[in-house]
């Protein structure tokens, strides 16, 4: 079965605010989705719904294929080094080959470091290196590329490239540019309330 995830007419509301309604959005297989927008304007809070972790003030939100979120919450624990943590993980997702993560991102010299010291750009990279061990078929990516400096953001843009280009689908909100393959832009302004 091939991927594909939609979300119908979702209304998004925080606190006594509507934030955005009326968006639509269709992906299949190989599709890429830049969420854009300024800070408050509800990229976050998007990515949550279509991620299941936020229930939407109206719409609906379907999908075929696991999906892997990606956000400021790097969910390893903090005592563990790097390398016991993504270890976790990897057993539990069934990793057959989690060198590839660890090249890409160049994450090897950090693997006796543990979690609570990586830095921010450091964080991100393990938990992308966590996304692409997982092997799930649709990545949401809440500002992937925060704290990133100029080679893990390349690295990272290639890494989204690579899923869509094998069938993979990438939502990602981020304020700052990014290079997407083919990416479907949504300002997430044109929708606000
Ligand atoms: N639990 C909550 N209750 C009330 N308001 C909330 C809640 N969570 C977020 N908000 C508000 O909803 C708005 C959208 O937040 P969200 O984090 O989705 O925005 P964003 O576009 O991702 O912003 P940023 O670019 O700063 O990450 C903000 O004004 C925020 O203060």
């Not at 009326?22 to 998007?46: R, W, Y």
Request: glycine content about 10%; hydrophobic content about 45%; aromatic content about 4%.
């Amino acid at each position: 079965m091939q991927a594909q995830l939609a979300a119908k007419d979702i209304a998004c509301r925080r606190g006594d605010r509507l934030l955005f309604s009326g968006l639509s959005l269709q992906c299949a297989a190989g599709d890429a989705v830049h969420i854009a927008g300024a800070n408050g304007v509800g990229k976050s809070s998007l990515i949550r719904i279509l991620a299941g972790l936020l229930r939407p003030y109206l719409g609906e939100v379907s999908h075929d294929g696991a999906m892997g979120l990606v956000d400021e919450r790097l969910a390893m624990d903090e005592n563990h080094t790097l390398r016991d943590a993504l270890a976790f993980w990897e057993r539990l997702d069934g990793c057959g080959d989690p060198g590839r993560a660890l090249e890409v991102l160049q994450l090897d010299p950090l693997m006796d470091v543990p979690v609570r010291f990586l830095s921010t750009g450091q964080r991100k990279r393990a938990a992308m290196a966590r996304l692409l061990n997982a092997a799930q078929p649709i990545w949401l990516l809440d500002e992937p590329l925060n704290g990133l400096d100029d080679q893990a953001r390349k690295s990272v843009e290639a890494l989204v490239a690579l899923h869509c280009g094998g069938g993979g689908i990438a939502v990602v909100a981020s304020h700052q540019p990014m290079a997407l393959p083919r990416a479907r832009m949504i300002a997430l302004a044109d929708y606000a309330k």
